[in-house]
T-cell receptor, first 112, second 113 residues
């Protein structure tokens, strides 16, 4: 049973560009959450998707947007990249409700 | 909203010695509590969780944690650490909806041979 997978593993972009990160949830999971983990920090919640809708959003600007597909996979889009967006982006999947979140290995984004 | 404070950013400990990693939380509602471990260049792996019931929770790799509601704490313990326990440890809290997790800033555990 495959766990949470994310692609790509690493990504290098320049300021002002746009980026799309992808996540496939653990089999049977219907909820996907995205987190940003800056170097030396804990993960910060970006948003959560369930039934193709954004259920909850953390304190991130509108440059961060997402999408969930009918097969529960998800994308995170970041527009107008800033140097401060450099981080490890983690995807977590779970069943809806107060359930354990299972994390993927992350995508390391570097903005130059 | 909830918040988590991990009181120690770095904890060095000798191999086979006991260790305690401290976590305090703040919340106006009932919460669920979690400990995750992160090895270098990897995602987070669940160690243990408290949802309800017994306040002493046992997890993987010999770790356990105790939920103390009066002190709003959820400290992680292991009676005898191994070199392989060297990693970053994160405490997390969510409300009963589970829609959003709040993580602490992490504790770096280094096991010294």
């Amino acid at each position: 049973d495959a766990g949470v997978t994310q692609s790509p593993t690493h990504l290098i972009k320049t300021r002002g560009q746009q980026v799309t990160l992808r996540c496939s949830p653990k089999s049977g999971h219907d909820t996907v959450s995205w987190y940003q983990q800056a170097l030396g920090q804990g993960p910060q919640f970006i948003f959560q998707y369930y039934e193709e809708e954004e259920r909850q959003r953390g304190n991130f600007p509108d440059r961060f947007s997402g999408h969930q597909f009918p097969n529960y996979s998800s994308e995170l889009n970041v527009n107008a990249l800033l140097l401060g967006d450099s981080a490890l982006y983690l995807c977590a999947s779970s069943l809806v409700g107060p359930r354990t979140q299972y994390f993927g290995p992350g995508t390391r984004l570097t903005v130059l | 909203a909830q918040s988590v404070t991990q009181l120690d950013s770095q904890v060095p400990v000798f191999e086979e010695a006991p260790v305690e990693l401290r976590c305090n939380y703040s919340s106006s509602v009932s919460v669920y509590l979690f400990w995750y471990v992160q090895y270098p260049n990897q995602g987070l792996q669940l160690l243990l969780k408290y949802l309800s019931g017994s306040t002493l929770v046992k997890g993987i790799n010999g770790f356990e944690a105790e939920f103390n509601k009066s002190q709003t704490s959820f400290h992680l313990r292991k009676p005898s650490v191994h070199i392989s326990d060297t990693a970053e440890y994160f405490c997390a809290v969510s409300d009963r909806t589970g829609n959003q997790f709040y993580f602490g800033t992490g504790t770096s555990l280094t096991v010294i041979p």
